[in-house]
């Protein structure tokens, strides 16, 4: 009887001085647990005679509820003042902080304001344009009228109960920026293009293209070379002023002969599959080359679609896959991994 008195005033001293719910817990585990104090005289009291047994036992119950209530009310208390300091905002200061969450730019985005920055120290303006278009823009302005079979290249996301489209590339924006601005002009447009198709590790239903276009008194397709070849090398070594000074690798591209209906001649730039060093991989469907643009010169038929004179101009233009020049940047031989959403893909850039 004396020993439960005694632990009655040691635990009411211990439970005043608790000053969070954890060492509280510790209080408890240490009278009321599977082996605490007062779980241990419950346990032998059958051993004692009866009288000193219903005696005993009924102290201990009662030390076991009293101790059980003052952890309790001091618990609710410590609960209470933690409320009340998020309504009136005093903090704690000492309680260790939590380390935030630091987001950062897709891949894509990054990839985009690399172009973006090469382009422009090229002397290139930055343009943008709808993604929900016309056919006029889309098409008819590029010199593909309605029933013009190479329409069926560009599988067309038309919107429900309307004549607009989603633009299945940002050749649109070309002619948005030639009929408000005179040649010459030098521009890039970057953004979202949509196709109706099947996807595969090298295509996606929505994936991002960047526009080129160059326009002036005489500019040839040597121009387009040159500065492509000096894009593909800027962008793909570790730094600008590395492959200014030579100290890049040299990126192998190709140019194939192809056909668009806004530019003549038209050309496929193609590059060596960085992902398999050229060996042949899921990528690029095991050929060793990534198709990474559509270029050509101007049409003349565009210059007139927007009131220019084809006399008077000359220039190329080029459409890019932004995801391609990623998967390459990056050696990532899926391009639906860039919209997966998947963190552990994400983290890595
Ligand atoms: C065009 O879209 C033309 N507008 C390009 C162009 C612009 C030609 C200006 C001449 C003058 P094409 O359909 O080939 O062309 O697409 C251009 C590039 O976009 C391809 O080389 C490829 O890198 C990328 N691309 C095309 N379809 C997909 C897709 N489904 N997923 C990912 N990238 C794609």
């Known amino acids: 009887?004396?020993?439960?008195?005694?632990?009655?005033?040691?635990?009411?001293?211990?439970?005043?001085?608790?000053?969070?719910?954890?060492?509280?817990?510790?209080?408890?585990?240490?009278?009321?647990?599977?082996?605490?104090?007062?779980?241990?005289?419950?346990?032998?009291?059958?051993?004692?005679r009866k009288e000193?047994?219903?005696?005993?036992?009924?102290?201990?119950?009662?030390?076991?509820?009293?101790?059980?209530?003052?952890?309790?009310?001091?618990?609710?208390?410590?609960?209470?003042?933690?409320?009340?300091?998020?309504?009136?905002?005093?903090?704690?200061?000492?309680?260790?902080?939590?380390?935030?969450?630091?987001g950062h730019l897709h891949p894509l985005t990054q990839v985009q304001k690399k172009v973006e920055e090469i382009f422009q120290s090229l002397g290139f303006s930055v343009v943008e344009g709808p993604e929900i278009e016309t056919e006029w823009y889309n098409f008819d302005a590029l010199n593909i009228p309605k029933d013009h079979p190479a329409r069926d290249a560009w599988n067309t996301l038309w919107l429900k109960d309307s004549e607009l489209l989603l633009r299945t590339q940002t050749s649109p924006v070309q002619i948005r920026y030639m009929e408000k601005n005179n040649p010459p002009l030098r521009i890039i447009a970057p953004g979202r293009t949509?196709?109706?198709?099947?996807?595969?590790?090298?295509?996606?239903?929505?994936?991002?293209?960047?526009?080129?276009?160059?326009?002036?008194k005489k500019v040839s397709a040597a121009n387009f070379r040159a500065i492509i070849q000096e894009f593909f090398q800027r962008f793909f070594s570790e730094s600008a002023e590395a492959?200014?000074?030579?100290?890049?690798?040299?990126?192998?591209?190709?140019?194939?002969?192809?056909?668009?209906?806004?530019?003549?001649?038209?050309f496929e730039v193609d590059m060596s599959c960085l992902n398999c060093q050229g060996k042949g991989c899921s990528a690029c469907s095991q050929t060793g080359w990534m198709e990474m643009m559509g270029a050509g010169m101007v049409h003349p038929n565009v210059y007139k679609a927007v009131g220019l004179n084809p006399k008077n101009w000359q220039g190329f233009a080029f459409g890019m896959g932004l995801d391609r020049l990623a998967m390459m940047k990056y050696k990532i031989n899926d391009i639906?991994?860039?919209?997966?959403?998947?963190?552990?893909?994400?983290?890595?850039?």
Do not use: C, W
């Not at 076991?64 to 903090?91: H, L, P």
């Not at 196709?195 to 002036?216: C, K, P, W």
């Not at 919209?339 to 850039?349: E, I, K, V």
């Open 52 to 102: 000193k047994r219903v005696k005993v036992g009924k102290e201990a119950n009662l030390l076991k509820n009293f101790i059980k209530q003052k952890i309790e009310t001091r618990a609710k208390k410590m609960r209470d003042i933690s409320a009340s300091a998020e309504e009136t905002g005093v903090i704690d200061i000492t309680i260790p902080g939590k380390r935030p969450l630091f």
């Open 194 to 216: 949509f196709r109706h198709e099947a996807t595969d590790a090298s295509h996606e239903v929505n994936f991002y293209q960047v526009e080129g276009l160059m326009i002036d």
């Open 336 to 349: 639906r991994l860039f919209y997966s959403g998947d963190l552990r893909f994400l983290q890595q850039f």
């Open 243 to 266: 492959s200014r000074e030579g100290g890049g690798k040299q990126i192998k591209i190709r140019i194939r002969p192809s056909y668009f209906p806004f530019t003549e001649p038209s």
């Open 1 to 48: 009887m004396a020993s439960l008195k005694s632990l009655k005033k040691q635990a009411q001293e211990e439970i005043t001085k608790t000053r969070d719910l954890k060492e509280l817990d510790t209080i408890f585990k240490k009278y009321l647990g599977k082996r605490g104090k007062i779980t241990q005289i419950l346990s032998k009291i059958k051993n004692l």
